[in-house]
């Protein structure tokens, strides 16, 4: 080993010892167990999302419809020569027949005709040889043997028909978009549907028509179907739809990203401090080993080896520790993701290695080169050498560096960008309000305390060092408060905001032939329940005319115009449903009146008297306004924008929905339900919201995981500025207690500039997290914010104790005969 | 010397001495010191580096504790001080100047006058420190930081300060040794005139010779003994 490298560890050694080596160890570790832990969790989820979208379709292209599609649409396409095969895809509910108490499950169910899929393969444990299951068999996903205590082998029921398990669906393309593609899945054979009953004129399904061919084919299919599309339609190709982006997934991503980004630039600004410490006192002793005869680039060298080795070590830690956390995170996250998450690029397991070397060295370079600058009259004069332009020009270009890699790291240069300057604009934001409120607070102290009149120079003397500390205390505290409320409190809220009678039970797809015994079967059972029929209808007509001529441009974007709407008759008004204006129908009236809710009336500029035209399944139906309805839309109960008078839509098939609140014991009457009546859709609302509350949690874990050492980065930032100022602050207390001050006097003043600085970053910080948790709950659950009044107490008391504690902690008390010679020392 | 001048003088010393204890044993720094200084009078203490200057002036300060002996500063004995009683005594009686100025480099000029004022609870110590700073010259500077004033006029600074709360007893310790010949003749030449006006002791310590010979006594601290210097 050369002199240079045993010197290097020499030096590594003893330095461990100080407290701004260890902080540098500290956040190196931490930046790259992070780095290591993000970029394979956001792998894993890119791959997961790319898998999706590139097999996500099971085909080149994909006709789907609400309804089935039409045989000219079909014929259409049988001509073009593309390979084509059908799907049917809807929610149903499927029970264990042997499973005594265990409840039916929702499950969404796919029915195919081979060949399927057409693109992307389906993986099944066992492997199977065939396309699709076996007439009488069914493939289903963990979720569903787990729930109901199913095993390969056994039999599930669906409808009125009971299916064996021949396998478990481990990944499938094709699995629709939306809610449906998240929730659990089972496939059948097509030529099985028709004998389980639960698909009827009317159900809710998605009706598709997978296509693939050559390019040139696809095209032309492409350009030919589009603009012929029915609003029921839609036509999905690779390349144009990628319905997963900006979905959960994409925004996990994204949360990621942000999570990664804090991290590393307090780790970058911890190694930055820690080494500026360093390099501060490294002066004499370069001096002196350039004065003994090593020449620069040989004191280059040994600190840079002793960075070097430091990486090293670390590397091996950080690498350990990020697989150690990854495997705890896929083991949560393993039973709330659609399908396992693929394993991460092999080279990706150094990434955070290979960051973290590129931090040390852009970070570490311009303070070691200017070591080696040092003049060897420093050693006969002790002052510190000033720095020269080159050495600042360096070191700007080695941080510009740095951000660039950082942003080409997280892949997505721009939003990293922005969001590095969103943080940048924030922190500073933050630090210098922090710092106005400190000296606005410490105001009415300083005309009361003798203290109080020092704490304002105390103020203005330590005045970067407050505003780079609250500026990482506010952001990190407020994440921290935004994460933890609302991992449990945003579905808390929403939840308590329905009142207690509130349906937890919906029931779709109900056969009008079925209506009369489900009737019986409410009320035998004292269900309390309104059953309505539903009917598709298209908008096409305003007082006999066609509607779209009529309206403006901003009208003429209403999402009523742009779908089929749901439709309904009744005799009496919806008790759920208040009469806003008009006149609901006493009896039967001549002709077809309806009642318009209230938002739709405004949109598009309706008003009572006016006729409304409908297309229902290729009949016109045409009616007068005649009344406008208030729609509580988040009530649970079925709601409809148009409600027709009785007498006219009687004539068209349809199917019934209603929904009801069951609880506690009698909650068993829905399973009690489903056996009697096989084919109808029974939604759980309760067990839906038990799921998003388990998957909140569960993604709150593992991103409070994610923050803790992210906070944790900033706690070490922490004491390392606090550090960089206890020299001064040592200094100054010194001359205080010479110029006069009691010893006692520095340590109250000490503890009173913490304790006001926690306060006032916890306020701050309470308050921003006040407005980001309004935001999210004006923006995802639509309820009248309210204020959090546990953040505004701890808070500011977990930020005084972290500042007083890690004060305390960092100071020592300094006796007054040390206090002289102190001074004289710094002479 | 009688009762009644003993009770008159500034700073007395009754044979103290001060032991340093190391690994290799207890070293003595001086022992039997006895110093008596009438107030108003300037006193110079030279001697070689490590000969224990530093020490003597913070035992005479009060700032350290003899290990035998007493110290007195206007007949009050020190070791019988609490820490709160001492601090009251340097806020309001004594003042230092350092060979390398210890100015706050992040307050300006008249913030760093302010803070011994605000340290005694002075009525309006900006305007006070305003005063002094003018004193030595320095109006036209008062809110410039330290990095923006020469080694000169940061000394200046230092004396303002060690003026500003009007001390009987002032304590210099190589005040010029950071200062070249010609600026450090010049802070001198202030001093000693802010000194008489002001009626103020002074116990200055310097290697400088001629320095010195400005004070009406000399003392040399050598081998453990302070001796007089007759000129």
């Not at chain 1, 960008?417 to 400190?438: R, Y």
């Not at chain 1, 305003?542 to 309206?551: E, F, S």
């Not at chain 1, 318009?596 to 008003?607: I, N, P, S, T, Y």
């Not at chain 1, 505004?792 to 010679?821: E, K, N």
Request: charged letters at 20%; glycine letters at 6%; proline letters at 5%.
């Amino acid at each position: 080993m050369s002199l240079l490298m045993r010197l290097a560890g020499r030096q590594l050694k003893t330095q461990l010892r100080t407290t701004e080596w260890r902080a540098l160890l500290l956040a190196t570790w931490i930046a790259i167990t992070l780095t290591t832990l993000l970029t394979l969790l956001g792998d894993r989820l890119e791959r997961g999302l790319l898998r999706e979208s590139a097999n996500l379709l099971g085909a080149d292209l994909v006709l789907s419809s609400s309804r089935p599609l039409s045989d000219e649409r079909l014929d259409e396409i049988e001509a073009s020569g593309l390979t084509q095969t059908r799907v049917v895809q809807f929610p149903s509910m499927i029970s264990n027949p042997t499973g005594g108490d265990t409840p039916p499950m929702l499950v969404s169910v796919r029915a195919a005709t081979a060949p399927y899929p057409l693109r992307g393969e389906i993986i099944t444990e066992p492997a199977q040889t065939t396309d699709l299951p076996e007439p009488g068999q069914v493939w289903v996903e963990q979720r569903v043997l787990s729930q109901l205590g199913l095993q390969p082998g056994e039999t599930l029921e669906l409808g009125y028909s009971e299916f064996t398990i021949s396998a478990e669906l481990i990944s499938s393309p094709d699995r629709g978009t939306g809610f449906r593609s998240f929730s659990p899945h089972i496939i059948i054979n097509r030529s099985d549907l028709e004998a389980t009953g639960v698909l009827a004129p009317g159900s809710r399904a998605s009706f598709r028509l997978l296509m693939a061919g050559d390019k040139e084919s696809v095209a032309a299919m492409d350009a030919q179907l589009r603009p012929s599309l029915a609003d029921h339609e839609r036509l999905l190709a690779l390349r144009t739809d990628q319905p997963l982006t900006g979905n959960a997934l994409g925004n996990a991503l994204a949360y990621l990203k942000l999570s990664a980004l804090t991290a590393l630039l307090l780790s970058a600004l911890t190694i930055l401090l820690s080494l500026r410490r360093f390099s501060q006192k490294q002066h004499t002793r370069s001096a002196l080993l350039l004065n003994l005869g090593l020449n620069p680039g040989q004191l280059v060298r040994i600190y840079l080896y002793q960075l070097l080795l430091a990486w090293v070590a670390l590397a091996l830690l950080g690498t350990a520790t990020a697989v150690l956390l990854d495997s705890a995170i896929q083991g949560w996250l393993a039973n709330l993701l659609p399908q396992r998450l693929p394993d991460p690029a092999p080279y990706l397991w150094f990434s955070g290695a290979a960051l973290g070397l590129v931090m040390l060295i852009l970070i570490g370079l311009p303070p070691v080169l200017s070591l080696a600058r040092i003049p060897v009259a420093h050693l006969l004069r002790g002052d510190s050498p000033p720095q020269d332009k080159r050495a600042r020009t360096l070191q700007m270009i080695c941080l510009a560096l740095l951000a660039v890699t950082l942003l080409v790291f997280l892949q997505a240069p721009l939003a990293a960008l922005i969001l590095l300057v969103l943080l940048l604009v924030g922190g500073t934001l933050f630090g210098f309000i922090a710092q106005w409120l400190l000296v606005r607070a410490a105001e009415p102290l300083a005309n009361r305390l003798l203290l109080g009149k020092l704490l304002r120079l105390r103020l203005r003397q330590q005045r970067k060092w407050h505003r780079l500390q609250s500026a990482v205390i506010v952001l990190l505290l407020t994440l921290l408060a935004v994460v933890w409320v609302s991992r449990s409190d945003l579905l808390a809220e929403w939840r308590a905001k329905f009142p207690t009678d509130t349906p937890n039970f919906f029931v779709i797809n109900i056969q009008p032939w079925q209506k009369p015994d489900l009737d019986r079967f409410l009320e035998q059972n004292t269900i309390d329940s309104q059953l309505y029929p539903m009917i598709r209808g298209r908008l096409n007509e305003l007082n006999g005319k066609p509607i779209r001529p009529q309206l403006n441009e901003e009208q003429l974007q209403d999402n009523s115009l742009h779908r089929e709407l749901n439709l309904s008759w009744t005799h009496d008004k919806p008790a759920h449903n208040e009469l806003l204006a008009g006149q609901w129908w006493e009896e039967t009236p001549d002709r077809p009146q309806i009642s318009v809710e209230q938002d739709m009336m405004g949109d598009l500029g309706l008003k009572i008297g006016d006729s409304l035209g409908f297309d229902i399944g290729g009949q016109q139906v045409s009616a007068e306004i005649t009344s406008v309805r208030g729609v509580e839309w988040t009530s649970f109960r079925p709601n409809f924008y148009v409600i027709f008078s009785p007498g006219a839509l009687e004539s068209y098939p349809s199917t019934w929905i209603t929904s009801f609140r069951l609880e506690g014991e009698r909650k068993a009457l829905a399973t009690q339900m489903l056996s009697e009546f096989p084919s109808l859709t029974l939604i759980d609302i309760d067990q839906l919201l038990a799921q998003l509350a388990t998957w909140l949690k569960r993604l709150g874990d593992s991103s409070a995981m994610i923050l803790g050492l992210t906070l944790f980065c900033g706690l070490i930032l922490m004491a390392v500025t606090l550090l960089q100022a206890l020299e001064q602050r040592r200094f100054e207390a010194a001359l205080m207690q010479t110029l006069g001050a009691s010893g006692r006097q520095t340590r109250r003043l000490d503890l009173l500039e913490f304790l006001l600085l926690g306060l006032v970053c916890g306020a701050l910080a309470g308050f921003s997290a006040e407005l980001v948790l309004a935001g999210l709950h004006l923006a995802l659950i639509d309820v009248e914010p309210r204020l959090h009044p546990t953040l505004w107490v701890a808070l500011p008391a977990l930020a005084s104790c972290f500042f007083v504690v890690t004060g305390v902690l960092i100071r020592r008390p300094l006796r007054l005969d040390q206090c002289y010679r102190l001074l004289r020392a710094g002479a | 010397m009688d009762q009644s001048t003993r009770e008159n003088l500034m700073i007395e010393t009754r044979s103290i001495s001060k032991v340093f204890q190391t690994e290799a044993g207890a070293v003595t720094l001086f022992s039997g010191l006895d110093l008596q200084v009438r107030p108003g009078e300037s006193l110079a203490i030279v001697g070689r580096s490590g000969a224990g200057k530093s020490t003597l002036l913070s035992l005479l300060a009060g700032l350290d504790t003899a290990t035998e002996g007493q110290v007195l500063i206007e007949g009050q004995e020190m070791e019988l001080l609490g820490d709160e009683e001492r601090a009251r005594l340097r806020a309001t009686k004594i003042s230092f100047i350092f060979q390398s100025f210890h100015l706050l480099p992040e307050l300006t000029a008249l913030d760093n006058v302010r803070l011994p004022l605000e340290i005694r609870g002075a009525e309006s110590p900006d305007k006070e420190a305003a005063h002094w700073l003018s004193q030595v010259g320095l109006e036209p500077r008062l809110h410039h930081y330290p990095a923006q004033l020469s080694g000169g006029e940061q000394q200046r600074v230092a004396i303002a300060r060690a003026f500003a709360t009007q001390p009987r007893l002032l304590f210099a310790d190589e005040p010029t040794g950071n200062l070249d010949e010609e600026t450090g003749a010049r802070i001198i030449d202030q001093l000693f005139a802010l000194n008489q006006q002001q009626d103020t002791t002074l116990i200055l310590i310097t290697h400088d010779p001629e320095l010195a010979a400005r004070c009406d006594r000399r003392l040399r601290l050598h081998n453990g003994a302070l001796t007089e210097i007759t000129s």
